[in-house]
């Protein structure tokens, strides 16, 4: 009786039973975190592999290696992405003259649009090696990517440079010029504006009797705002269009694409000037776009307020544009077009009455259908630039929101940009340049 007792109290005792199943559970937990290890450390792999091959693939449709031969091209992307893999940590020693472990295509199409464009793929497979389960007979991972860039011989391109100069690019560019302005305008002897006002209006015959050059004389908003050191929207404009001339000239000596341009101001139609004829000298360029300013406006003369027409001005600058080409290096073909607009998108002009608001995009419409792209810098015209008055409460204020809407629709596609105060606006012309210039690319 005493045998059987016995087991029948082993088989209700239970408090071993956790650390056998533990003992037992152990190896297959270690293999499976082993194993996540594993699985980790080829992603890791894999990720710098896939680095290696994107930058091989562009390295094939860099702006140097268009011009070279496909077997060129070939070599340079094999280059990079062997001298990038070779004694990576965790890798197989891959065999690169193996086509299924490395293949790297070029091909080269010829384009009516884009001349030859260039497109290059690689394709890797290697393995990671295994740690943990190496043990159980998996001494590997395999791992896979691809990567294909695509480059077309960057086109020659003429740049018609249209910049705003009617009164309200004479906004300061930053918050605390505006506060400056107003804090040096503020008048009490006459009913607009006692507090202040941000626009540096460039009048003919200023009229504010505190505001007065070193010899008495009455001096404009325009000139204070200088002697002042206030940066204003038509000073940031032309300082962008020169910073843009000397990336182009320097983007064209890397590429061996021509650039030309062309830069007039604008307010009235009959106002438009081409102050930079279309040229390659950028120099010159530079050094015209520099005397841009806004136009001198008698103040209470006939309509001196309305200084901006945007239908008559850009058909002016579309009149320009004579001859338009696909931009291809091939004998006989002409440059692309593109024209910049730099302006604060505010209309506002005497047609049957004054007419305040957005753009209207009927002239855009007509310029983009010559085959001319438009590119689009919109400079924010922000509330507190002009809330200071009633009648701008009313009349401007209300029309704001409709501005971003309207340029966007009037640019093509991809070429809006817009910079608001404090912002940097030669940054944001040099991103709509680099956007219109074709370059390599990841597309996969």
Known sequence: MLIPAFFRRLRRNRRGNVLMIFGLSLPPLIFATGMGLDYGSAMQLQTKLNAAADAAALSATSAAMLDQPILDAK?????VF???VTGSAGLVPMNYLDPNQLNIVVQDV?????????????TYSGESTNVFAGVLGRKTLTI?????ASASTPPNIDFYVLLDA?????????TAGINLMKSKTVRTDYIWNPNGCAFACHQSNPDNPKVRNAKGQYMDYYDLAHLNGIELRID??????????????AESKENGA????SVSTFDRAANFKNIAPLTTEYATARAQAATAETVAVAMHANLYDRQTEYSGSLQKGSDLIKVIGQGTR????????VMFIITDGMRDEELWGRQMGPITTDQCTAIKARGIRIAVLYTTYQVESVNYDQWSKDNVVPNLYKLAPALQSCASSGLFFEVSTDGSISDALSALFRKTVISSRLIK
């Open 75 to 79: 070599a340079q992307a094999y280059n």
């Open 258 to 261: 021509t650039y030309r341009f």
């Open 166 to 174: 009617s009164s309200s690019m004479a906004l300061p560019t930053t």
């Open 82 to 84: 062997t001298t990038q």
């Open 236 to 249: 940031a404009g032309k300082h962008a269009i020169g910073d843009m001339l000397t990336e182009a000239q």
């Open 144 to 148: 896979r990517g691809t990567a294909t």
């Open 330 to 337: 091939a004998s006989g073909d002409n440059p692309q077009a």
């Open 110 to 122: 010829q384009t009516a649009a884009n001349g030859t464009v260039r497109t290059s793929t690689v």
